[in-house]
Nanobody, 112 residues
């Protein structure tokens, strides 16, 4: 069973930065894609960014030029560097592996 485990969430003021990490533990035969999604209160879960094993990257329009996704394949780890954070980025951020395995989420709060 694959279990993604997120870390790095917290509270930050608008304009600040946070870095999320996600380690995929367990029996992983092959990781094809890793990604980050988020769910704000009262809203549906939405894609933030994904990165494939080959390095192809996709961002939501709302985070382009502010967030950066990267990975360390040897460590089965994906990162999300979040800069210039806004109040509307407040959400629970979830890690996803292969469009199938979900982490439990980490809360990011952006508030003054």
């Amino acid at each position: 069973q694959v279990q993604p485990v997120e870390s790095g969430g917290g509270s930050v003021q608008p304009g600040g930065s946070l870095r999320l990490s996600c380690v995929a533990s367990g029996s992983i035969f092959s990781i094809v894609v890793m990604g980050w999604f988020r769910q704000a209160p009262g809203k549906q879960r939405e894609l933030v960014a994904t990165i494939t094993a080959g390095g192809r990257i996709r961002y939501a329009d709302s985070v382009k030029d502010r967030f950066t996704i990267s990975k360390d394949s040897a460590k089965n780890t994906v990162y999300l560097q979040m800069d210039s954070l806004k109040a509307e980025d407040t959400a629970v951020y979830y890690c996803n592996i292969n469009d199938y395995y979900w982490g439990k989420g980490t809360l990011v709060t952006v508030s003054s």
